[in-house]
Every structure is written in structure tokens, then in C-alpha cells.
């Protein structure tokens, strides 16, 4: 068989290298050209092509498609016409892995490797041996060994990923949200949410499908799956009287853990369900969500100066997310820091969150259109600066004693970063009054 990877980031290149470790003939290709792309080919020592177009699909038995790779790419749809198969990385990974592993797979608009990290958190603290993979992790097919030797596999999907994936039956499938976010990747919210609700296919009346009770998408859903459907939110799984309750068991009060937000405690009920059923223990649970921390640029504090308390919240790349932050923080006046790389998304869920908001600094390359929208339809002040820095000035301007200033930007970080990571990291610097340079 001949297979074409297409897309050589870090989930083709690690593609190509199980495929060539097959023994299966690779053609290397990517849309682009430069001198990264073509060490990357050198070093793998395949046939490969750069700024491919549909006639590297000429004698192609299979396409290995990497996230970032549009559906209506050209070399995409020419593929879809001749009937070629095309896979998600991940599908690749779970095709070599075969039989014989309990998968847990998750997804969600936000908080998907917030659940992951807390189920790896639960099994180790349980002493289950597993491995972790996929989205914002490592990429599968270059970790396929120790997935099997581990024999329990918790696994991140994204909506990219998802929409090129075979069914699988996955034995535990969660879906936490399902809000309107990449929209230029995707042909519409209907097609993204399509594309999300593929982790529950393949699966029988022995698996579990965990679902938010508080998400439109899940609950028009439920009634539609095949497995035993778990609701987190309701019917016992849910946050009540400042206890986390699992199928009506408590497995945490909410005053011992080291994180807040009703997002996040909801995220903590998915991942006990899921590491129990891959299990884990009461005992290890409850322990687990205790010494339990939240990974970075996630509602971190990372600064405090003359009263005024500065949060990292990089990782909130969609309006969902912002809206969630801004509820954990009701009471407290926010200074908001909105804006980043244009994903054209509709901030209208934001709107009913922003009373508590002293003003809004819009910037990056979606900062103009934020600041037309929130001009046009919130009464509050509404600032626009060119970049981060000038944004986390401004803010310092305008907030009082007792404010926090938040870095939530609703939009993807590419403008000016390389990724929400290095966009918090500089945050942090500026907030500190450090010179924030690219790294």
C-alpha cells in the first residue's frame, strides 16, 4: 500500500514513521515550502513532495491528513472524488494499536485537556498504568508500544481530528461542550458539531458516553447513543451543596480542591467518571481531585501589583470560554483583554457576562472587529490596542485596587505567538512589568 501523509507537522511526521516502520510506502507531502519542511524530509528519507497540489494523489491507496489541513483543501477534495480513504492521524494511531486497549477518548469546545489531565491525575494516583495522547498531548502514532504495553489509553480529540476518524467504539466517550469555535476550518457550526458528536460512534450498550447536561448539542444527543449515557450535571452527577456528587456518591467538596469555577468542577465530575470506569477507586478519586492542580494559562494568577490581581487565561481561544471565566470571577471588577488571530466567531454569548467588567481592551488581529461589535452593543468602555503589550498597559491604566485584569482572549493566539502557551508566558512578563519578547 502506498500512503501519502499529507500536512508534516509534529502528528505527519510522527504518521510517516509508523507507516515507514510497517514497512508501508510513504509519500511525504505538505501544501507549503520552506526550509523546515524540507529538513523535515531529509531526515525522514522518503519520497516527498512540498507545495503539493491534487497530483501527488496519483497512485495513493490511502491519505494520512494532518489537523491543520483544511476538509476543502484541494488535495482534499480530489482525494474524496477518486474515492482514496482519507484518516486523521489519530485514526492511523488507533488502526496500528488494534484490539485489546480501554480507550477513554474526550472532546469538547472547551476544557477537553483539562478532563484529560485530570484523568491521567486520578489513574496515577490509583496506580492504573495508561498512557496519554492526542490533540494538545503527543501524537498516537509515535507512541503505539507504549499505548499497548500500558493497555489503558486516555485520549484528546479535537473537532479536526475527529472529522476524518473511522468509528471506533470507544469504551468511554465524553463530551463536555459543544459551542460555535473554528469556523474557518469548519463549513459551519452544524458541520463542527457533526464532526463532534463522532466520538460516540461505533459504540454498543457496554460503553459509556458521559455528556454535559447544561449543553444544548449533548442533550439533543443523548437519547440518539447507543451506550449507557451518563449526564454530568444532573441526576446525581453534579455539583450540590458545595459537594461533587458521582452517580450520587460525594467524591469532593468543593472548599478542599485547589481550583474553582463550575466549568472546572464539571470537569472534575467527567474525569471521575471516566477514571473510574477505567479503575480507579472512590478512595483514589476523592484523593486525586484534592491534590489536583490546574495545568498553566488556565484562570492562573501570575501577578498581583498595587491590588490589582492579574489571570492568565490564555487558554480560552473562543467566546464559550471567555463567558466562563467571566462567571468564576462574578464579583470581582475585570479589566477584560479580548482578541488575538481572527477565527470570525460571534462574541454574542460573551455579552451577558460583561456587567461586572470595568472595561474591555480589544487588540491583536481581531481586535478592530471586537471593538466595533462591543461598541455597537455593550454600554461599558471599550479600548483598542495594536498588540498585547499595549493592551496589558492600557489595562494597567485603567484598573483599580481590587480589579483583576484578565487574559481571556476568545481568539487563537497566531497573530503575534506561536501558540496560547507563549502568549501566556508573555502575558505573565508584562503583567510583572518585564518586556515581554517572543521566544
Same mark, same amino acid.
Not at 299 to 307: L, S
Given at each position: 500500500?502506498?500512503?501519502?501523509?499529507?500536512?508534516?507537522?509534529?502528528?505527519?511526521?510522527?504518521?510517516?514513521?509508523?507507516?515507514?516502520?510497517? *514497512?508501508?510506502?510513504?509519500?511525504?507531502?505538505?501544501?507549503?515550502?520552506?526550509?523546515?519542511?524540507? *529538513?523535515?524530509?531529509?531526515?525522514?528519507?522518503?519520497?516527498?513532495?512540498?507545495?503539493?497540489?491534487?497530483?501527488?494523489? $496519483?497512485?495513493?491507496?490511502?491519505?494520512?491528513?494532518?489537523?491543520?489541513?483544511?476538509?476543502?483543501?484541494?488535495?482534499?477534495?480530489?482525494?474524496?472524488?477518486?474515492?482514496?480513504?482519507?484518516?486523521?492521524?489519530?485514526?492511523? /494511531?488507533?488502526?496500528?494499536?488494534?484490539?485489546?486497549?480501554?480507550?477513554?477518548?474526550?472532546?469538547?469546545?472547551?476544557?477537553?485537556?483539562?478532563?484529560?489531565?485530570?484523568?491521567?491525575?486520578?489513574?496515577?494516583?490509583?496506580?492504573?498504568?495508561?498512557?496519554?495522547?492526542?490533540?494538545?498531548?503527543?501524537?498516537?502514532?509515535?507512541?503505539?508500544?507504549?499505548?499497548?504495553?500500558?493497555?489503558?489509553?486516555?485520549?484528546?480529540?479535537?473537532?479536526?481530528?475527529?472529522?476524518?476518524?473511522?468509528?471506533?467504539?470507544?469504551?468511554?466517550?465524553?463530551?463536555?461542550?459543544?459551542?460555535? #469555535?473554528?469556523?474557518?476550518?469548519?463549513?459551519?457550526? $452544524?458541520?463542527?458539531?457533526? #464532526?463532534?458528536?463522532?466520538?460516540?460512534?461505533?459504540?454498543?450498550?457496554?460503553?459509556?458516553?458521559?455528556?454535559? =447536561?447544561?449543553?444544548?448539542?449533548? %442533550?439533543?444527543? =443523548?437519547? %440518539?447513543?447507543?451506550?449507557? +449515557? @451518563?449526564? +454530568?450535571?444532573?441526576?446525581?452527577?453534579?455539583?450540590? #451543596?458545595?459537594?461533587?456528587?458521582?452517580? /450520587?456518591?460525594?467524591?469532593?467538596? $468543593?472548599?478542599?480542591? /485547589?481550583?474553582?469555577?463550575?466549568?472546572?468542577?464539571?470537569?472534575?465530575?467527567?474525569?471521575?467518571?471516566?477514571?473510574?470506569?477505567?479503575?480507579?477507586?472512590?478512595?483514589?478519586?476523592?484523593?486525586?481531585?484534592?491534590?489536583?492542580?490546574? %495545568?498553566?494559562?488556565?484562570?492562573?494568577?501570575?501577578?498581583?501589583?498595587?491590588?490589582?490581581?492579574?489571570?492568565?487565561?490564555?487558554?480560552?481561544?473562543?467566546?464559550? =470560554?471567555?463567558?466562563?471565566?467571566?462567571?468564576?470571577?462574578?464579583?470581582?471588577?475585570?479589566?477584560?483583554?479580548?482578541?488575538?488571530?481572527?477565527?470570525?466567531? #460571534?462574541?454574542?454569548?460573551?455579552?451577558?457576562?460583561?456587567? *461586572?467588567?470595568?472595561?474591555?481592551?480589544?487588540?491583536?488581529?481581531? /481586535?478592530?472587529?471586537?471593538?466595533?461589535? @462591543?461598541?455597537? %452593543?455593550?454600554?461599558?468602555?471599550?479600548?483598542?490596542?495594536?498588540?498585547?503589550?499595549?493592551?496589558?498597559?492600557?489595562?494597567?491604566?485603567?484598573?483599580?485596587?481590587?480589579?483583576?485584569?484578565?487574559?481571556?482572549?476568545?481568539?487563537?493566539?497566531?497573530?503575534?505567538?506561536?501558540?496560547?502557551?507563549?502568549?501566556?508566558?508573555?502575558?505573565?512578563?508584562?503583567?510583572?512589568?518585564?518586556? =515581554?519578547?517572543?521566544?
Amino acid at each position: 500500500m502506498t500512503v501519502l501523509v499529507y500536512g508534516l507537522g509534529e502528528s505527519g511526521v510522527a504518521a510517516a514513521r509508523a507507516l515507514l516502520g510497517c *514497512g508501508e510506502r510513504v509519500v511525504a507531502t505538505d501544501a507549503a515550502e520552506d526550509g523546515r519542511l524540507r *529538513g523535515v524530509l531529509e531526515e525522514l528519507g522518503v519520497e516527498g513532495v512540498l507545495g503539493a497540489g491534487p497530483e501527488v494523489l $496519483e497512485g495513493i491507496d490511502r491519505v494520512v491528513v494532518s489537523p491543520g489541513v483544511r476538509p476543502r483543501d484541494a488535495v482534499l477534495r480530489e482525494a474524496r472524488r477518486r474515492g482514496v480513504e482519507v484518516i486523521s492521524e489519530v485514526g492511523l /494511531g488507533l488502526k496500528l494499536l488494534g484490539d485489546g486497549v480501554r480507550v477513554a477518548a474526550v472532546t469538547g469546545t472547551n476544557g477537553k485537556t483539562t478532563v484529560v489531565d485530570m484523568v491521567r491525575h486520578i489513574l496515577q494516583v490509583a496506580g492504573v498504568e495508561h498512557a496519554v495522547a492526542g490533540n494538545s498531548w503527543r501524537a498516537l502514532s509515535g507512541c503505539v508500544e507504549e499505548v499497548r504495553r500500558a493497555g489503558v489509553l486516555v485520549l484528546e480529540v479535537s473537532s479536526f481530528q475527529l472529522h476524518h476518524l473511522p468509528p471506533q467504539g470507544f469504551e468511554v466517550a465524553a463530551l463536555l461542550n459543544v459551542r460555535p #469555535d473554528h469556523l474557518n476550518w469548519h463549513s459551519s457550526f $452544524e458541520e463542527y458539531a457533526r #464532526d463532534k458528536l463522532r466520538i460516540f460512534e461505533g459504540q454498543g450498550s457496554g460503553d459509556l458516553a458521559l455528556l454535559s =447536561a447544561g449543553d444544548p448539542v449533548c %442533550r439533543q444527543a =443523548a437519547g %440518539r447513543l447507543a451506550a449507557e +449515557v @451518563l449526564m +454530568v450535571g444532573e441526576g446525581g452527577t453534579e455539583v450540590r #451543596d458545595g459537594r461533587l456528587l458521582l452517580r /450520587g456518591e460525594p467524591v469532593a467538596e $468543593e472548599r478542599e480542591l /485547589g481550583f474553582a469555577g463550575l466549568h472546572n468542577l464539571h470537569d472534575a465530575l467527567f474525569a471521575a467518571a471516566a477514571a473510574k470506569r477505567l479503575g480507579a477507586g472512590l478512595d483514589a478519586v476523592r484523593e486525586a481531585l484534592r491534590t489536583y492542580r490546574l %495545568r498553566p494559562h488556565r484562570m492562573q494568577v501570575v501577578a498581583e501589583e498595587d491590588g490589582v490581581t492579574y489571570v492568565d487565561d490564555s487558554k480560552a481561544t473562543n467566546p464559550a =470560554a471567555v463567558a466562563a471565566a467571566l462567571q468564576s470571577l462574578a464579583g470581582r471588577p475585570v479589566v477584560l483583554i479580548l482578541g488575538g488571530s481572527e477565527k470570525e466567531t #460571534d462574541f454574542g454569548e460573551v455579552l451577558p457576562h460583561l456587567d *461586572g467588567c470595568r472595561a474591555v481592551v480589544c487588540q491583536g488581529e481581531a /481586535g478592530l472587529r471586537l471593538h466595533r461589535y @462591543l461598541s455597537e %452593543r455593550w454600554g461599558g468602555e471599550v479600548m483598542l490596542e495594536a498588540d498585547l503589550a499595549s493592551a496589558v498597559a492600557a489595562a494597567r491604566r485603567i484598573a483599580r485596587s481590587g480589579d483583576v485584569i484578565l487574559l481571556s482572549p476568545g481568539c487563537a493566539s497566531f497573530d503575534q505567538f506561536s501558540g496560547y502557551e507563549e502568549r501566556g508566558e508573555a502575558f505573565a512578563r508584562l503583567a510583572s512589568g518585564r518586556r =515581554a519578547v517572543r521566544g
